[in-house]
């Protein structure tokens, strides 16, 4: 019986959020505790299956535990903020938003590059089901531990922050101020399902960000044969996170700190993983 490494990240990323959990004073420890344990003996009886069913479990349950993760970030939504760092923040965005004129560009053409960043922003929550059927679709199934490796290396360590950088997105600490001047049926999606479902303990750094340059990385990486794929997600990526700033979701620092977090899985990629915690390396040839 063998986890993979997609698996032993997972446990690890557990068990850290329940010893944080133990020495920061936030609800629901015994939660996170439960957490910690149930996981690992979830992937032990799976690994224990000898049907091809349950080998082929793993990838998917793998993937859905990223939203028990960031459910998790919600519990320490209580701890104490003073609003200096979004103060800092929001000085660098109306930089960028109307000296650099981003706000402008995009809404130059009407409600057609709004609506496209609302779109992105929306599909964020589908890149890691995406990415495991994409393997699927191309008959690569080998390879998704990798690939799912990756992406949640990227995807993790962006919640593992949170609880060290408390702080509000930019259209909840500072209300109407600097938000787009289109309205589309997307982004009244959007805000209603941050309302009903989003977290509120952190936006630094952005995990939308983070995860979308991380599968990039990992699509590139583990699927060369087909390029269009891997590119098609990194222009996906930087639109993503251009709409966390137009849209206000997030701070530009937000943005930047996203793609900084994701270059831990892409510095793994060009250095060939040494510690060989990719199962079977990296393919070397199509």
Not at 81 to 102: A, P, S, V
Not at 156 to 174: G, I, T
Not at 218 to 234: F, H, N, T
């Amino acid at each position: 019986m063998k986890l993979r490494s997609a698996e032993w990240l997972l446990t690890v990323y557990f068990a850290y959020v329940a010893l944080i959990s133990a020495i920061i004073p936030v609800p629901l420890k015994l939660a996170s505790l439960a957490v910690a344990v149930l996981v690992p003996a979830l992937f032990a009886a799976l690994a224990r299956g000898r049907h091809v069913g349950f080998d082929m479990a793993r990838d998917w349950v793998a993937v859905g535990l990223v939203l028990v993760a960031y459910r998790e970030m919600d519990w320490f939504s209580s701890l104490p903020r003073n609003f200096h760092l979004e103060l800092t923040w929001l000085n660098w965005d109306r930089t960028i938003l109307y000296q650099c004129g981003l706000q402008r560009a995009i809404e130059s053409l009407g409600a057609l590059l709004p609506a496209y960043l609302e779109l992105c922003y929306a599909l964020v929550y589908a890149v890691p089901p995406f990415v495991v059927a994409v393997l699927y679709f191309q008959h690569r199934r080998k390879r998704v531990n990798g690939v799912v490796f990756l992406y949640l290396l990227g995807t993790l360590l962006a919640y593992a922050l949170f609880p060290f950088f408390p702080s509000d997105p930019p259209r909840v600490v500072f209300g109407a101020s600097d938000m787009p001047n289109v309205m589309t049926p997307l982004r009244q999606l959007n805000l209603w399902l941050l309302g009903s479902y989003g977290i509120h303990s952190s936006v630094f750094p952005s995990a939308h960000v983070s995860s979308a340059f991380s599968a990039a990385w990992a699509l590139m990486a583990y699927l060369p044969e087909r390029r269009r794929y891997g590119i098609g997600m990194l222009v996906y990526a930087v639109s993503v996170a251009v709409a966390t700033v137009y849209g206000r979701y997030h701070y530009a620092a937000d943005a930047v700190a996203g793609l900084a977090v994701s270059l831990v899985p892409a510095i793994m990629i060009l250095a060939r993983s040494p510690l060989r915690l990719l199962r079977g390396g990296l393919p070397a040839s199509p």
